[in-house]
């Protein structure tokens, strides 16, 4: 029987998601207008740096 | 204001093949379809997977919810792993049950909601009265609706709790979540009021993230949970 890899996208909320290395998480990225940059799972912003962009 | 931008399918695919290649099996939640095309491109994503690795099974899951409601299904998944189920188990469990977990939040302010095209104009006029906090939840199509709306924030935890337990089956509950969006205090203070209920469970306190935050604004809190019932 082949092992289960669980995944959820960014969207989960999963507080300290480290803490469960059996769930893999899918970035989801992020667009400020004007600017040119695209801020993914590795940028790992937080809530409130989004909001005050 | 930030705009989100959906999973990209060439990301899912890496890191889906990364298991893949070990020979296992894949279940992946993902935020509702209504709110986000991610479930679509993932879905892309399992089909051009899917025929190089035949003998592997990739289940792509609408939850038709999100946040932490999003999380108790993944959470649900992993204990279900854990407990030994197996892949049709656990996948008959979700599909099942996925409708049943519910996330109420109220919001501070739904321009957010408006900008991001999260919520209708007119759905969210009943909201926007003076001193009037829309309570949102996720309706079966997986699309924000409000649900109630309250004058005044005295009443907001009586409202958010009573609701919860008109829907919960108290000896049936793995988790209670107390989300918030940068209101940490009133998540606290709701956190308070629902340990208070004795009920037997584990309650987990989590900022929204990111994704949705940048939806629905700052300033609000709410709770998830699995219903005894249908929405």
């Not at chain 2, 889906?16 to 992946?28: A, S, Y």
């Not at chain 2, 793995?174 to 918030?180: E, N, P, S, Y």
Request: hydrophobic share 35%; charged share 25%; aromatic share 8%.
């Amino acid at each position: 029987m082949n092992d289960i890899s669980i995944f959820v996208d960014k969207c989960s909320d999963i507080p300290n998601i480290k803490d469960y290395p059996e769930i893999k998480t899918i970035p989801i990225y992020y667009y400020f207008n004007g600017e040119d940059i695209e801020y993914g799972d590795e940028k790992n912003l937080t809530m409130r740096e989004i909001l005050i962009k | 204001m930030p705009r989100t931008a959906a999973v990209n399918t060439s990301k899912a695919v890496e890191l889906f093949e990364e298991d893949l290649t070990k020979g296992n099996d894949i279940i992946c939640i993902c935020l509702s379809s209504g709110l986000s095309s991610s479930y679509n491109n993932i879905v892309i994503a399992k089909n051009m997977l899917q025929k190089k690795y035949p003998d592997s099974k990739i289940a792509v899951i609408d939850s038709l919810t999100g946040s932490l409601a999003e999380g108790l299904i993944a959470l649900k998944a992993l204990n279900m792993k854990k407990e030994g189920k197996n892949y049709e188990e656990i996948i008959t469990y979700i599909n099942k049950y996925k409708d049943y977990y519910n996330i109420e939040f109220f919001v501070d302010d739904l321009t957010y909601l408006i900008h991001g095209g999260r919520i209708s104009k007119t759905a969210a006029s009943l909201g926007q009265l003076l001193r009037v906090k829309p309570l949102i939840n996720i309706d079966e199509f997986g699309k924000v609706q409000v649900v109630e709306k309250v004058r005044g924030s005295k009443r907001m935890n009586s409202i958010l709790i009573d609701r919860m337990l008109s829907k919960i089956d108290k000896n049936d509950i793995d988790a209670i979540g107390i989300v918030h969006s940068d209101n940490l205090d009133g998540a606290v203070k709701l956190q308070e009021n629902v340990e208070n209920l004795k009920i037997t469970g584990k309650y987990i306190l989590t900022e929204i993230g990111p994704v949705i935050a940048s939806h629905i604004g700052p300033g609000g809190y709410g709770l998830t949970y699995k219903m005894k019932n249908e929405k």
